[in-house]
Nanobody, 123 residues
Framework: QVQLVESGGGSVQAGGSLRLSCAASGSTFSTYNMAWFRQAPGKEREFVSHISRSYGLTYYSDSVKGRFTISRDNAKNTVYLQMDSLKPEDTAVYYC????????????????WGQGTQVTVSS
């Protein structure tokens, strides 16, 4: 399985931007479908966005569509999440996830997970 390490989290005011990175190692990154999830305190982990291993197809949850952009650089073994126009409700721990076989929007669709990075948006 691929090992995943997130970075780029932090604190920002509403309307600001952050870019999260997820570096992969230990396997062939280009063969993995990749995703970002988030988990706010007291809530279940929820899907944010994913990008396919082939063709770079993307999909976003309704809550972030138009504000967040997922991308990947297979040469750098890295997937990114550009977050613009951040809102206080975006505050959560953000997790990177990957899977070679499945490409879904559920936690169970991904077998490899990072440790998470905290994003805090203040009003």
């Amino acid at each position: 399985q691929v090992q995943l390490v997130e970075s780029g989290g932090g604190s920002v005011q509403a309307g600001g931007s952050l870019r999260l990175s997820c570096a992969a190692s230990g396997s062939t990154f280009s063969t993995y479908n990749m995703a970002w999830f988030r988990q706010a305190p007291g809530k279940e982990r929820e899907f944010v966005s994913h990008i396919s291993r082939s063709y770079g197809l993307t999909y976003y949850s309704d809550s972030v569509k138009g504000r967040f952009t997922i991308s990947r650089d297979n040469a750098k073994n890295t997937v990114y999440l550009q977050m613009d126009s951040l809102k206080p409700e975006d505050t959560a721990v953000y997790y990177c996830a990957g899977d070679q076989a499945r490409w879904g929007r559920r936690v169970v669709d991904f077998g490899s997970w990072g440790q998470g990075t905290q994003v805090t948006v203040s009003s």
